[in-house]
């Protein structure tokens, strides 16, 4: 098990434990506003670790078109934005932002409830210009988060699915979805949902401080195993690797998941765009000085000299050697323990809306 230096954030009483930002970073869409960026930046600062805030809203749209070629999914569904899981890496910090909040402290903290997330997905599903295309459910947050367990949209949304016969693909690292056991059951019954836990290491000390929120790499297995044991198709996903973090884990994660029944995987490499750069930096010197130089530099080593790059087809990989090693052990211990086999697709031709006949008009 890796060791760690946690003698700064375990000695220092401003360390937020249970956030994973410190900081709450400057919006960029705001051009005047008091942000904590650099502890020496303003002297007379408090940061306090309030509790979480559900902001309940009436949206307008629940299903967006994906237009990016590299992420496995082509629409989309997110029925809360921003994460109280608190993932310090996560991409989707920079997207809140367009809700009026940083990508820091808020992401965490202020959560924005779409109540009439399932109502949006039936309007959606029952427009006649809707030709069927599996839709993933936690393209940007995770969609069981701890909001779920509260306000359960989640379950509403597979409800809609499942009526529909509408596929859908799912990730997340929270195992409340076991609560949606009985549902998931019936849609994989019918090659309606594909799922995949995100596993990104088995070290506790490294997870409570890089995904405070989340559940344990053990539970997350569990899931795999109670959910495959029913006929649910199950993959890992693990991301991002980080180098001088996690990636030595990819061969133990990836064994642990087949022996526990996922069939499928997939990975990333970690990118520190927008506002993570400045998130994922302070938390890194936070809590791993005595090794914070070196992952700082191997990350930026993968990036062309810098911590991220844009580039499709290049920037969930990295490039270089370091990201060329991780992509080798992803693809001989794929093989070695027979994962990505099978040809599997999620079935769009089952879909039919309520009040008609199967396949009429399709």
Known sequence: MMEQNRDVPGEND??????????????KFFKHEKVKEHVEGIDDW???????????????????KVDSPDVGMWYSMNPYQGCEHGCIYCYARNAHEYWGYSAGLDFERK???????????????????????????SGNTDCYQPAEQKFKLTRSLLEVCNEFNQPVGMITKNAGMMRDKDILKKMASKQLVSILVSITSFDEDLRRVMEPRTTTAKQRLRLIKELSDVGVRMGV???????????????????AAKENGATFTAYTFIRLNGAVKLLFH???????????????????????????????????????????????QYRKYGKLYGMNEEEWELDTTKFCRPGQQLGLFN
């Open 237 to 255: 996903m693990m991301g991002p690797m980080i180098p001088g973090l996690n990636e030595h884990e990819m061969q133990r994660i990836m064994k």
């Open 111 to 137: 959560i924005v409830v779409k109540k009439n997330a399932a109502q949006l997905l039936r309007k959606f599903l029952m427009n006649p210009k809707w030709d069927c295309a599996p839709i993933s459910i």
């Open 14 to 27: 401003t360390y937020l434990h249970g956030r994973g930002a410190q900081i709450n970073t400057k919006n």
């Open 46 to 64: 408090t940061e306090s670790n309030e509790a979480t805030q559900y902001i309940e809203q009436e949206a307008k749209s629940i299903v967006n």
């Open 282 to 328: 302070d938390w890194l010197y936070k809590n791993f000085p005595d090794r914070a130089d070196k992952v700082w530099h191997l990350i930026e080593q993968s990036h062309d000299g810098k911590v991220n790059d844009s580039r499709w087809g290049v920037r969930m990989r990295g490039e270089g050697n370091i990201a060329e090693l991780v992509a080798q």
